[in-house]
């Protein structure tokens, strides 16, 4: 027996569709239940999920806190079997999908959490551009194509929420997700790599697996530059919140903000009319990037005084 857990805030655009691939699924040795949390949604998302209750093995809660880790910690609270694997409302996944987890999990039995492989599936063609940068893992959580299944470890990892799984063992240890994360479209990002790290430190092993195909659906709205550069400012208070975890101590500040900090965004901005003027999008885009991870890292630590 295994649990899909999927946490949902105002899906109706898309969930409707990752049902239906729920519902065309083949049967996993052991069966299968899946676990819906609406997460404060406002919109249509709840009659969507009823709709199908006669038709999967589902279980349906509520969490009324808004943010995707109180989500799934009360989703967690509810599920069943040996491993639990984690969708979003946004995917599609292949129909051997979960037959396939449960063969993975069965075969590297030294692992503990996982990665599933996710290709985005772009509903509008993404700017030309976008091919030429690595930029998709981290705007849409697109793992290496041709990576290949087996253990994982460092910076290299590739476990991402929209395709994850973890035994329950990990979960009986008490390894939850950070409130801090993902709670409004301005919060940080990276709640599960940051369950995966606490997984780590607890001495669970990490393991890719491949053939766990999901296509994450990526809307017009999210291949615009106002949508990628918030994207890249929520980067940048994610990572300066981790920076500034590790060392407590940190650089000399100005207003709250490190020097260097304030320095080197400046010197950027300075130097975008230079950059405009070459009227290449790559280049634009690469230097703009550049300018809203700095301000979401001076956003983060004017957020979080020292």
């Excluded at 065309?24 to 299968?32: D, K, N, R, T, Y």
């Excluded at 409302?89 to 396939?100: A, K, T, Y």
């Excluded at 607890?202 to 291949?223: D, E, L, Y």
């Excluded at 979401?296 to 004017?302: D, E, H, L, M």
Aim: glycine share 6%; hydrophobic share 45%.
């Amino acid at each position: 027996m295994l649990t899909v857990l999927m946490a949902t805030h105002n899906g109706a655009d898309t969930i409707g569709r990752t049902l239906d691939a729920l519902e065309a699924l083949a049967e996993p040795l052991g069966g299968w239940r899946l676990v819906v949390v609406n997460n404060a949604s406002s919109d249509a998302t709840e009659p969507i999920i009823r709709s199908r209750e006669a038709r999967l093995p589902l279980h349906y809660l509520l969490e009324p806190k808004l943010g995707k880790p109180a989500a799934l910690n009360t989703g967690l609270d509810h599920v069943e079997g040996d491993l639990v694997v984690f969708l979003d409302d946004d995917v599609i996944p292949r129909p051997d999908w979960l037959v396939e987890w449960r063969r993975v999990a069965d075969a590297n039995p030294s692992c503990a959490v996982f990665g599933g492989a996710i290709v985005p599936e772009f509903e509008t063609p993404p700017p030309a551009w976008l091919a030429r940068t690595n930029w998709s893992l981290m705007l849409y959580s697109a793992t290496t194509p041709d990576r290949a299944e087996g253990p994982m470890s460092g910076d290299a990892m590739e476990v991402f929420g929209p395709n994850m799984a973890v035994r329950t063992e990990v979960i009986a240890k008490g390894v939850r997700f950070d409130r801090r994360f993902m709670a409004g479209s301005s919060a940080l990002l990276g709640d599960e790599t940051d369950f995966v790290d606490r997984a780590v430190e607890r001495g669970f092993q990490v393991c890719f697996a491949p053939t766990t195909c999901v296509r994450h659906i990526v809307n017009s709205r999210q291949v615009s530059w106002r949508w990628m550069l918030r994207r890249f400012y929520r980067h940048g208070r994610t990572m300066r919140a981790i920076e500034m975890q590790k060392h407590p101590s940190g650089p000399p500040e100005l207003l709250g903000v490190p020097r260097y900090l304030i320095k080197r965004t400046c010197l950027r901005v300075a130097m975008l009319p230079l950059v405009a003027l070459r009227c290449e999008p790559l280049r634009m885009m690469s230097h703009l990037r550049l300018i809203a991870y700095d301000l979401g890292a001076a956003k983060q630590s004017r957020l979080s005084p020292r």
